[in-house]
């Protein structure tokens, strides 16, 4: 079994920085990425508000250069996901991959967040044939097509206005009157010629052949239903942690956050955790960089008070 100082689950910003941190540390830090190198933000088409980058940059590109940075002080990095871990016997943990099984004195957990579903009847059933979570993988497909935007935050708007390069119109249907996305979006949002509005209202069903053809609406105020013709529905609702292989291991509030104190640390002494696995408020680029370096310098301080 591989032993490893330090083991960082997950690859977003948090990881890549507690990569980073550790790595400078000498700690010789091990980042099972996940299922994608980079997580949420290496599918973000464009990244507006991360300092350092006045002309903006895109997702790829800022990961591939964290990924980089923490590369060039040694972090390692395996493609792999973690299945279950076993903190209940204290440091050394147990970390077990589809293929491996490793030993670690200190972990630090990043596996970040995923989008929420609506829950409704066609969802699942056309997803990757109209039904998108991600306006940068799959807008291309919509060339010249008619797609809805479900949500009203600021992920719902992004997406939506880089959908508006591809589609001939971008409905964001909303369950309530009031966006809320911050200002800047929303005016540009408004001013889009391509990008129209639904208020108070909720999709029902998502109905096709093969492929998405209609959703059914329903005002939410009115209750007023009615079936429309749409080639594609991008869900936009908000995210989940990826906390299920951690279950029991570590204390974790009533929607599967992970809980952290000021310091990073988990309910484990020796098992830290940053980023959206933890953070339900902020899930930013800047805040996730923040956490991880956090993290990072906590557990090498803990490793070397225990030395
Ligand atoms: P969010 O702010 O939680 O917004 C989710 C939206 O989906 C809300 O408008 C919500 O409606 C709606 N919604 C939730 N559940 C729904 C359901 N079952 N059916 C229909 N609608 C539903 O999520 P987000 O837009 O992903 O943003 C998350 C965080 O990331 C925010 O802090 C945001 O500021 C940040 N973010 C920032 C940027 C940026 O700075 N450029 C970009 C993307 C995200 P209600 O409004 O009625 O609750």
Redo the contacts with the bound molecule.
Sequence with gaps: MPKEKVIIIGSGPAGLTAALYTARAMLNPLVIVGNQLGGQVAITHEV??YPGFPEGTTGPELVELMRQQAENFGARYVYDSVVSVDFSQGSPFTIKTYSEEYEAEAVIVTAGASP?K?GIPGEEEFIGRGVSYCGTCDGFFFRGKEVAV???????L?EGLFLTKFASSVNVV???DE????PI?QKRAMAHEKMGFTWDT?IDEIRGNGVVQNIVTRNVKTGEVQEKPIDGVFI????YPNSDFLHGQLAMDEEGYVITDELMRTSVPGVFAAGEIQDA????VATSVGQGCAAAMQAQKWLSDRE
């Design positions: 507006e508000n929420k609506l479900v949500g009203g935050g600021d992920s719902a992004e909303h369950r309530r966006l809320r996305a911050g979006l909720v936009f609702i908000g995210h408020h902020y899930r930013q």
